[in-house]
């Protein structure tokens, strides 16, 4: 049975204080708080900015022990280099994974988030996995890798081999927005629930997460572990989502 890990995309939302956090909380009890709470969260910061290693270190420190972090990629390698190697990139992404290792045992995974407007390109994906193969072995570091393509044009059997090949999971990530497929490339998977009409906005009810329980649940079989995040934040949405659905799992236990 695979390991069921329920959190939200972020952590630093001020429309969250008093629907989910208390109103005395300061700002640097937040993760502490969070991390008591749900036994993971995505980082997105690190998509816009690059984050120190001492950051990522009081993190770790702030955080429950038995909590775990999924990073997010810088968008240098996914919308600004689009997976094109060269030597700024592999310099970015070491130093990158050498910050993520001040999260020692607490990081379990990292994502790359593609852009709608990035199309199919093999080549430029197995050169790029096969770098990042050799990047993470060289920074001694071996988070789940996640891929959350945008663009139809990435979901066919080749792309699917690809990733395969590098136990590296294709993202389901549901939104009417983009395209998304419900498999498994990796002896992981890596769920992201935008909700389908209105991006950040909708709650899903409780019917729909009813149904997303039973395919996490078909999904799972051999699978060593399913992350899963809600990225859906205003009002607090995504806390009374993943709320819901950690409920639904408990139920079975």
């Known amino acids: 049975m695979s390991k069921i890990l329920i959190g939200t995309s972020g952590w630093m939302y001020?429309?969250?204080?008093?629907?989910f956090y208390p109103p005395e909380l300061k700002n640097g009890q937040k993760l502490n708080y969070i991390s008591n709470h749900y036994i993971t969260l995505e980082v997105n910061?690190?998509?816009?900015?690059?984050?120190?290693?001492?950051?990522f270190k009081k993190w770790y420190d702030e955080s429950a022990p038995w909590f775990t972090f999924s990073v997010k990629a810088s968008r240098l390698y996914t919308h600004i280099k689009r997976l094109k190697i060269d030597d700024e990139l592999i310099n970015s992404m070491n130093l990158f994974f050498s910050t993520l290792k001040s999260l020692e045992d607490k990081l379990w995974a990292v994502l790359f988030q593609f852009p709608e407007t990035f199309h199919k390109k093999d080549d430029r994906l197995w050169i790029f996995l096969d770098n990042l193969g050799e990047i993470l072995k060289n920074q001694w570091i071996l988070p789940d890798i996640a891929f959350e393509f945008r663009h139809?044009?990435?979901?066919?059997?080749?792309?699917?081999?690809?990733?395969?090949?590098?136990?590296?999971?294709?993202?389901?990530?549901?939104s009417s927005r983009y395209p998304f497929s419900i498999r498994s490339t990796a002896d992981f998977s890596y769920m992201r629930f935008h909700w389908p009409e209105n991006m950040f906005l909708w709650k899903y009810e409780e019917s729909d997460l009813r149904y997303w329980k039973n395919e996490?649940?078909?999904?799972?079989?051999?699978?060593?572990?399913?992350?899963?995040y809600f990225n859906n934040d205003l009002d607090a949405n995504a806390v009374e989502n993943a709320d819901y659905l950690v409920s639904l799992f408990e139920k079975d236990n």
């Not at 001020?14 to 629907?19: A, G, L, N, S, Y």
């Not at 996490?216 to 899963?228: A, E, Q």
Request: charge should be positive; glycine fraction near 2%.
């Open 14 to 19: 001020k429309h969250w204080d008093k629907k």
């Open 45 to 55: 910061t690190s998509f816009y900015h690059f984050v120190k290693a001492s950051t």
């Open 152 to 174: 139809e044009s990435w979901f066919n059997d080749e792309t699917y081999e690809t990733l395969k090949s590098h136990n590296v999971a294709l993202v389901i990530a549901n």
């Open 216 to 228: 996490i649940d078909r999904l799972s079989g051999d699978l060593k572990k399913i992350y899963i």
